[in-house]
C-alpha cells in the first residue's frame, strides 16, 4: 500500500519540545517531507531529508530518518504559540512527481 | 515571485451549477497538482500534470470533475454538475521537477468551494 501514517492529534505546552511521528511505506522514496498548514492557509513547505541522510537540522527543526523501520519524525524544540498548525508529512512515489501525504497531525500549544 | 495563485479564494454556489477553478504555477515549474482537503478524507490529490500532460487523474472522483491545462502557465479544475459533496478546500500546487530537483510542491492558497 501506499499509506503514510501519523497520529492526529498532539498537545504540548509553550516551551517544551513538540515530537510528531510518521511512518512512510515507499523503500524506494528519495526524499520525505514535512509540511506545515496554519489555519485557512495552503501547505507551506517545512524541510526535506534525502533519503541517505539520518538527521537534519535547521534552526529549531530536527528531521529523523530511521529508514529500517520507515520511521520520519519532527522534533520542534522550545514550541511556540505560533507553532500551533497541522503537520502532513509526504514521501515521493516510486520516483514519480507524486507525493503520497500523511493524514496529518494537529499541534496544539498551550 | 508571487507563488502559486488560485482564484476564486471561496465559492458558493448552488447544486447542479457549474464550478470552474482556476491555478497559475510559479513560472518555470513544469509540474501542476490538483488537490482536494476535507475533514472526513484528508488530502487527496486528484490529477497532476507533467509539461501541460495530465500524467495520473487516478484520483478524479468522476465524470463530473475534468482539469485542463493549455499551457504552462495556467490550469482549471472544472465540476459540472456541482453537488453538495463537493464542498472542500481544492488546492493547487506545483514542483520543479525533473533531474536534481528535491520535487518539492509549493502549494497555493486554495479555494474553499460551497455546494448549497
Known amino acids: 500500500g501506499e499509506d503514510v501514517e501519523q497520529s492526529l492529534f498532539l498537545s504540548v505546552r509553550e516551551g517544551d519540545s513538540s515530537v510528531i511521528n510518521c511512518t512512510y511505506t515507499d523503500s524506494s522514496s528519495t526524499y520525505l517531507y514535512w509540511y506545515k498548514q496554519e489555519p485557512g492557509a495552503g501547505l507551506q513547505l517545512l524541510t526535506y531529508i534525502f533519503s541517505n541522510m539520518d538527521m537534519k537540522q535547521d534552526q529549531r527543526l530536527t528531521v529523523l530518518l530511521n529508514k529500517k523501520d520507515k520511521h520520519l519524525s519532527l522534533r520542534i524544540a522550545d514550541t511556540q504559540t505560533g507553532d500551533s498548525a497541522i503537520y502532513f508529512c509526504?514521501?515521493?512515489?516510486?520516483?514519480?512527481?507524486?507525493?503520497?501525504f500523511g493524514t496529518g497531525t494537529r499541534l496544539q500549544v498551550f | 515571485d508571487a507563488g502559486v495563485i488560485q482564484s476564486p479564494r471561496h465559492e458558493v454556489t448552488e447544486m447542479g451549477q457549474e464550478v470552474t477553478l482556476r491555478c497559475k504555477p510559479i513560472?518555470?515549474?513544469?509540474?501542476l497538482f490538483w488537490y482536494r482537503q476535507t475533514m472526513m478524507r484528508g488530502l487527496e490529490l486528484l490529477i497532476y500534470?507533467?509539461?501541460?500532460?495530465?500524467?495520473?487523474d487516478s484520483g478524479m472522483p468522476e465524470d463530473r470533475f475534468s482539469a485542463k491545462m493549455p499551457n504552462a502557465s495556467f490550469s482549471t479544475l472544472k465540476i459540472q454538475p456541482s453537488e453538495p459533496r463537493d464542498s472542500a478546500v481544492y488546492f493547487c500546487?506545483?514542483?520543479?521537477?525533473?533531474?536534481?530537483?528535491?520535487?518539492?510542491?509549493?502549494f497555493g492558497p486554495g479555494t474553499r468551494l460551497t455546494v448549497l
Open positions: 509526504a514521501e515521493t512515489y516510486r520516483n514519480t512527481d507524486k507525493l503520497i
Open positions: 500546487a506545483s514542483s520543479p521537477s525533473g533531474r536534481g530537483s528535491t520535487d518539492t510542491q509549493y
Open positions: 513560472s518555470g515549474h513544469n509540474s
Open positions: 500534470f507533467n509539461n501541460n500532460v495530465p500524467i495520473d
